[in-house]
């Protein structure tokens, strides 16, 4: 890799983390006081601007000298903005007023009302092989399969959530939550059929989570940084998921993102990412 490269990596975004940040943008700024949309009235051009909040160089405002590039190119240090409020950001002069903590705050609640708005469209009766689809495009191409038994007794939800710390993820996993019963009859169906792809599925969300898991030191630190370990999960999830043979190309992004929190939470619940809580004796 050359020296420009090497300094550029922060703003060489992966396309899977390009199209995550345009589905939950759902075109609107993320600004909380904007309603400016991000596609222009051709309904093609784009006219959105991908910004730091953390800056990708040292002379930008918030830079974080504890980042990696691939941390600042990465979906949680990115948000979609409108032209004039990413100048407004992007201004060192006005760092104080936008701090990262605010900008977060406007990402994550941005987020959390898109995703909240896609689950209710009801997409899996508009689109119903696309979970389907989905669960085997994040079961294929596995090595051998590790000893992946269910969890006995799994915890209700709230259970889950207070053990483990989750906050700025708590409603979304709370929306999603009640999809599991459907995502259950396709793994049955899947079952019956002789695949083993229920399993491929969870033993290779686990085998992600172990190893984002392996960055904490104990359960401490793994509860402190829930959200973030979901946002790295859910991460690398994407882009496993764009990388695959199998494309998920006749299904539009927004379905394909609701197909996957609903794996993705099923997958939480079922203790294949983040600690299962202790058994009540």
Known sequence: MTKKETKDKARQYKPSTVRRLDTLSG???AHPD???????????????????????????????????????RGFDNLILLCDEHHVMIDNKENEAQYPTSILKEWKHSHEKKILELISSKNLLSKHP??????????GSKM???????????????????????????????REFAPYQVKLNKI??????????????????????YLRVKSEYKDIEEIRNNADI???????????????????????????????????????????NI????????
Request: proline share 4%; aromatic share 6%.
């Open 27 to 29: 075109n609107e700024c």
């Open 34 to 72: 904007c309603s400016k949309k991000l596609i222009a009235e051709d309904g093609v051009s784009i006219i959105s601007k991908i910004c730091h909040i953390a800056a990708a160089s040292k002379e930008g405002p918030r830079f974080d000298d504890n980042m990696t590039d691939d941390e600042r």
């Open 129 to 138: 092989l696309a979970l389907n689809k989905v669960i085997n495009t994040i």
């Open 143 to 173: 090595d051998e399969v590790l000893d992946l038994p269910e969890t006995e007794n799994a915890p209700n939800t709230e259970t889950k959530i207070l053990f483990n710390n989750v906050k700025r993820y708590e409603s979304v996993i």
């Open 187 to 208: 793994y049955e169906v899947i079952e019956k059929e002789g695949s083993t792809k229920k399993e491929l599925v969870l033993y290779n969300i686990k085998r992600i």
């Open 229 to 271: 370990i979901l946002d790295k999960v859910i991460e690398i999830i994407w882009d496993n998921v764009d990388k695959a043979p199998n494309k998920l190309d006749e299904f539009d992004q927004e379905t394909i993102d609701f197909s996957l929190m609903i794996v993705i939470v099923d997958a939480f619940m079922r203790c």
């Open 274 to 281: 983040l600690e299962e809580p202790p058994k009540q004796k």
